[in-house]
Antibody
Framework: EVQLVQSGAEVKKPGEPLRISCEAS????????INWVRQKPGKGLEWMGR????????KYSPSFEGHVTISVDKSTSAAYLQWSSLQASDTAIYYC??????????????WGRGTLVTVSS | QSVLTQPPSASGTPGQRVTISCSGS????????VNWYQQLPGTTPKLLIY???KRPSGVPDRFSGAKYGTSASLAISGLQSEDEGDYYC????????????FGGGTKLTVL
C-alpha cells in the first residue's frame, strides 16, 4: 500500500529537542519530494519546507527557516523534521505530504496522518 | 494573514450548490495550478481538486474547480451532510525564491 506513516504524538517541555519522522512505503521514495505542513490547533495549513529525497536538496519557508531542520534517510525511506529547542508556539499537528505532478502543476497527493506535538511546561 | 484569501465560512442545505472562492495574485494563482484540499473533522487533509479543475480518482463529480486570472473557485453541487468540513486552496508562489501558499480555509456547514 502506498502510504506515509508518521511517528506518534509527542509531549515535550519548552527548550527540549525533538525529531519526528515520516516513513514512506509502497512507492519509490527517492522519486518524489516530501513536504512538511503545520496545522496549529483550530487553524489552517502552513507550508514549512520540503526535501528532495534523492539529492537531499532542501527548501524552507521563510517563516520556518532557522527554527526547524528537515532531513532524509534514503536507506530507510524516511523523512524527518526536527527542532533543537521547542517553544510552546510549536504546539501543532505536523503533516508530511508527497508532491507529484509537473512543472507549474504540482500538488500533494499523499498525506501522512499527522504527528501531534504538544509543548508545555 | 494567508497569501490566498478564502471566505472563513460557507453553508448550504442538502442538495444545494455551494461555491468557495480563493483569491491570489500573479505570482501564485495566475502562474501556477490551484489545488483544493478537503479536511473533514478530525481527519487528514485530502486532495480534492488538482491542476485547477481535475479530480483524483474516487472524488465524486459533484466537486469541480475553476480558475480565472488570479482567482479560483471550488463548487460543490448536490451538497451532502458528509461534505461538512474545512476546504483549503493552495498554489505554488514564485515570489521569494518560491514557496507553497495556502488559503486560510473555509469551514463548510451543511444546514
Amino acid at each position: 500500500e502506498v502510504q506515509l506513516v508518521q511517528s506518534g504524538a509527542e509531549v515535550k517541555k519548552p527548550g527540549e529537542p525533538l525529531r519526528i519522522s515520516c516513513e514512506a512505503s509502497g512507492y519509490s521514495f527517492i522519486s518524489y519530494w516530501i513536504n512538511w505542513v503545520r496545522q496549529k490547533p483550530g487553524k489552517g495549513l502552513e507550508w514549512m519546507g520540503r526535501i528532495d529525497p534523492n539529492e537531499s536538496y532542501i527548501k524552507y519557508s521563510p517563516s520556518f527557516e532557522g527554527h526547524v531542520t528537515i532531513s532524509v534517510d534514503k536507506s530507510t525511506s524516511a523523512a524527518y523534521l526536527q527542532w533543537s529547542s521547542l517553544q510552546a508556539s510549536d504546539t501543532a499537528i505536523y503533516y508530511c505530504a508527497r508532491r507529484v505532478g509537473s512543472h507549474r502543476n504540482w500538488y500533494f497527493d499523499l498525506w501522512g496522518r499527522g504527528t501531534l506535538v504538544t509543548v508545555s511546561s | 494573514q494567508s497569501v490566498l484569501t478564502q471566505p472563513p465560512s460557507a453553508s448550504g442545505t442538502p442538495g444545494q450548490r455551494v461555491t468557495i472562492s480563493c483569491s491570489g495574485s500573479s505570482s501564485n494563482i495566475r502562474r501556477n495550478a490551484v489545488n483544493w484540499y478537503q479536511q473533514l473533522p478530525g481527519t487528514t487533509p485530502k486532495l480534492l481538486i488538482y491542476d485547477d479543475n481535475k479530480r483524483p480518482s474516487g472524488v465524486p463529480d459533484r466537486f469541480s474547480g475553476a480558475k480565472y486570472g488570479t482567482s479560483a473557485s471550488l463548487a460543490i453541487s448536490g451538497l451532502q451532510s458528509e461534505d461538512e468540513g474545512d476546504y483549503y486552496c493552495a498554489a505554488w508562489d514564485d515570489s521569494s525564491n518560491g514557496h507553497w501558499v495556502f488559503g486560510g480555509g473555509t469551514k463548510l456547514t451543511v444546514l
